[in-house]
């Protein structure tokens, strides 16, 4: 069995075709690594979900039984488990009704690995200023979709994404940091884009870090680029759109330290 | 029975949890009024529908097919039919593959008529402005949904939105027309927002209206406002925010003109 779905803190059987996860994206999710069984970075992907649930409205399951539900489903050992919370079931019309939310887990194999050398896409389809919804990993993702799209239409297995200004906001499926001047970089995601668990987890490996406004060009002079996800770790880019990205040793040096931390993320 | 699942043409009797409308808000929905087991404005309703999906890439069913599924769920006379068309199933990752869409159809009753007179609020959560999905009927609505919870906590059935440079775009759940200088205006929805099939259909009538940016000014200043869409017509607005309108004749005229063209509204 791979999935499961509950409704509040009851086990439900099947998908209501009225979930206001379906209606309106009106929900969020997680995508977590496992390995062995255990989900090393549970805490963090369930406290960014509770963040979420108060900044929506949404009403969050028990977490040890969504815990004990997890590990049935990891039984066989698959190494990604999705979780999605939507607001549950209700009449048509947008206003919230209080209610039990749904949560459905389910279990997936690791995706087939980056290319190597990675080559990164400038995507044309924006990502929309909307502070009210960033940092939020929510379930509204048709810019991610078509962006995506864009990526494989033009060979490429991921692409950066900008806001209407020009800042450079994320990759389709990953957050995006840069080494330049001795230092690291990432975008402000205040206005837009999905605040990373492997983000945090890096940025508290990088207490230097620069995070504000990065320009296209600060992408195309970085001597290093690298995306991050709680399911790949620390993917590093060699190219981007015609750019060729030089690296750097501080790459090198911040991925062996990641991967001591969470030596997981080797099976990839 | 009041509602109806289609993957591609086939009829199925459940939905996926890996539908990806509840992955990631892809796809498109429709809300059409329906009269006497009549749907008034099919055509147009489908003609947006194939327009949003071609602009998203997702399979449309069988347009007779569809039809014929709706007037049976309409036997027993709702009068409110919505439509979800989505990418339909998919493993796990943005990248959409080919595949037959998820057509979901359900009958609803009318909602509550609205209150009279009708207040609105200024709804704090903004529009964004996301050139690639604007006008589009989408499943990404947490932004209705939050402007939507707003009103209610502020004790208004309905309010104005708009983007973040201040231009007010549209209600949670209607598009908005004002009445000042002897003339009719519409917000430009080229940026965002959902272009509405009662708005196209006002649009038809009134010829010489200014389509472009509206501001919160404009608003408070005009002499007549009202919202439409395609359940409940032509809904006019008494106040906004701590403003009075005063109403025009010029409204009460296009109120009988539309209700004259479209006499199914009378019901509401």
């Not at 909307?130 to 490429?156: I, S, T």
């Amino acid at each position: 069995m791979s999935t499961m779905i509950f409704r509040g803190n009851e086990r439900i059987t099947a998908l209501s075709p009225r979930d206001r996860g379906l209606m309106y994206g009106d929900g969020l999710f997680e995508t977590l690594r496992a390995s062995g069984g255990e989900i090393p970075w549970w805490s963090l992907h369930w406290r960014r979900l509770q963040d979420g649930a108060r900044r929506l409205g949404l009403q969050m399951p028990d977490e040890a039984l969504i815990l004990e539900a997890a590990k049935t489903l990891l039984d066989q050992h698959p190494q990604v488990l999705k979780i999605v919370l939507t607001r549950g079931e209700s009449g048509r019309g947008y206003l919230p009704e209080a209610g039990p939310g749904t949560c459905i887990l389910s279990t997936h194999a690791l995706p087939s690995p980056m290319p190597r050398p990675l080559s990164l896409h400038w995507c044309a389809t924006p990502v929309a200023r909307q502070p009210v919804l960033a940092g939020m990993k929510h379930l509204n993702r048709l810019e991610n979709v078509l962006a995506r799209r864009e990526c494989a239409d033009a060979g490429h297995a991921e692409g950066l994404m900008s806001d209407s200004d020009g800042h450079v906001i994320c990759a389709t499926a990953a957050n995006v940091f840069l080494y330049a001047d001795g230092q690291w970089h990432t975008p402000d995601l205040s206005l837009c884009g999905i605040a990373g668990i492997a983000r945090a987890r890096l940025l508290d490996m990088l207490p230097e870090i620069r995070i504000g406004p990065v320009t296209r060009m600060q992408v195309e002079k970085a001597e290093a680029v690298f995306l991050c996800n709680a399911v790949r770790g620390i993917m590093a880019v060699h190219r981007v759109g015609s750019v060729s990205v030089p690296g750097h040793t501080a790459l090198d040096a911040l991925q062996q330290r990641f991967l001591g931390a969470h030596p997981f993320f080797a099976e990839m």
